[in-house]
């Protein structure tokens, strides 16, 4: 059994589905070698520090 301390579930709403994000998502991490949830935590880190640089102007 897993032990996760910390998990986020997402939801994808169905406006965005169009864009296929699960795909691309299993795509990029086959080529990668990454899981999928490695490529999530990434892009949600890079986007908080992205944006929290905005605040700091």
């Known amino acids: ?3 996760r301390v ?3 579930s ?3 709403p169905k406006s965005k589905m ?3 994000p699960v795909g691309r998502l299993t795509k990029l ?3 990668r070698e990454r899981s999928i949830n490695y490529l999530v935590v990434d892009a949600i880190i890079q986007y ?3 944006e929290e ?3 700091k102007k």
């Open 1 to 3: 059994m897993v032990n």
């Open 6 to 8: 910390n998990t986020l």
């Open 10 to 12: 997402i939801y994808i």
């Open 18 to 20: 169009d864009k296929n």
């Open 29 to 31: 991490a086959k080529r």
């Open 48 to 50: 908080l520090d992205r």
């Open 53 to 55: 640089r905005k605040d």
